[in-house]
Structures are given as structure tokens and as C-alpha cells.
């Protein structure tokens, strides 16, 4: 059974910089579609970047241009560099996988099966 563990939020001011990981467990962590998904108090859980396992990205376009996905798929982690943060990115991020290898590369929340807790990331002055 995978298990993914998020870490790295806090609480920041507009236009600092976090950088938030997840570390994979349990399965074939290479193979795997990765993403990040967000949830704002109030709001419904969306789409901030998936990446491939050969390092093909997607992207928000709230998020584009200040956020990067990287994985190290040798340290089964998944990374995501956020800079240039603004008020409204203030939510609970979750790490995702599609878990089960040759999967496409998509947007869809649906289309990942295995989640993460969350970690808060607060952007505030």
C-alpha cells in the first residue's frame, strides 16, 4: 500500500517562498503520475501540478510561472517550490499519486487514487 507523507507548509508573508515535500512509501514511486492538489477553507480541492515520471509538468494557471514540480524518484520524493506567494494561495496542500505505473499524465483529481494528509501553507501578513 502506498503511503505519501507531506511536509514543508508553514505560515509565510505575500511573496515569500516554501518549499513543500512528500515523501512516497510502499510502491513503485518512479512509475507514478505525481501531483499536487490544494484545498482552501470553503472551497473545493484543485489542481496545482502533476508531473510524469520522466518529467513531463502541468500546471494551474494561478500557479504557473511561481510554482515547480520536481521528483527525485530515486529518494521516492516529490517536491513542490512555491515562490512569489500571494494570500490566495493560502490552503491545505495534498500529494497525490496515480498509483499504478503507464498511467497518462492528467489534470483530473479523479484520475489519482492515493492521497496524502495534507499540510497547511497560511500566507499572511
Known amino acids: 500500500q502506498v503511503q505519501l507523507v507531506e511536509s514543508g507548509g508553514g505560515l509565510v508573508q505575500p511573496g515569500d517562498s516554501l518549499r513543500l515535500s512528500c515523501i512516497a512509501s510502499?510502491?513503485?514511486?518512479?512509475?507514478?503520475?505525481m501531483g499536487w492538489f490544494r484545498q482552501a477553507p470553503g472551497k473545493e480541492r484543485e489542481f496545482v501540478s502533476v508531473?510524469?515520471?520522466?518529467?513531463?509538468?502541468l500546471y494551474s494557471d494561478s500557479v504557473k510561472g511561481r510554482f515547480t514540480i520536481s521528483r527525485d524518484n530515486a529518494k521516492n520524493t516529490l517536491n513542490l517550490q512555491m515562490n512569489s506567494l500571494k494570500p490566495e494561495d493560502t490552503a491545505a496542500y495534498y500529494c497525490?499519486?496515480?498509483?499504478?505505473?503507464?498511467?497518462?499524465?492528467?489534470?483530473?483529481?479523479?484520475?489519482?487514487?492515493?492521497w496524502g494528509q495534507g499540510t497547511q501553507v497560511t500566507v499572511s501578513s
Open positions: 510502499g510502491g513503485a514511486f518512479s512509475n507514478y503520475v
Open positions: 508531473i510524469d515520471w520522466i518529467g513531463n509538468s
Open positions: 497525490a499519486a496515480s498509483c499504478a505505473s503507464g498511467r497518462p499524465l492528467t489534470v483530473r483529481e479523479s484520475a489519482y487514487d492515493c
